[in-house]
């Protein structure tokens, strides 16, 4: 089996920054996109910033220049660096990956747990 276990959410300040972390574990036999979503109350889940295998990124409008998304293959690690992180930032943050368990098998998503990540002042 797999798991993706996500670290580093937290209270902070408007303008300030935090940077979130999540590391595949398990069955792995390559990794394809690794992505960060998040989920504010009473709103849909959202695409934040994704990263391929071969290092291209995409970003939601409302986050592109404040966030960078970066990934290590060598470790099975993407993060998530947030600066000047804004009230309507507040959401708890999932990590993704699509993740093949076997040269066989097909590929599938993988989801974090979920870490809160409240901007508040």
């Known amino acids: 089996q797999v798991q993706l276990v996500e670290s580093g959410g937290g209270l902070v300040q408007p303008g300030e920054s935090l940077r979130l972390s999540c590391t595949a574990s398990?069955?792995?036999?390559?990794?394809?996109?690794m992505g960060w979503y998040r989920q504010a109350p009473g709103k849909q889940r959202e695409l934040v910033a994704s990263?391929?295998?071969?290092?291209?990124?995409d970003y939601a409008g409302s986050v592109k220049g404040r966030f960078t998304i970066s990934r290590d293959n060598a470790k099975n690690t993407v993060y998530l660096q947030m600066n000047s992180l804004e009230l309507e930032d507040t959401a708890v943050y999932y990590c993704?990956?699509?993740?093949?368990?076997?040269?066989?098998?097909?590929?599938?998503?993988?989801w974090g747990q979920g870490t809160q990540v409240t901007v508040s002042s």
């Open positions: 993704n990956a699509n993740i093949k368990t076997g040269p066989l098998w097909s590929s599938r998503d993988f």
């Open positions: 398990g069955t792995i036999f390559s990794i394809n996109a």
């Open positions: 990263v391929t295998s071969g290092g291209s990124t």
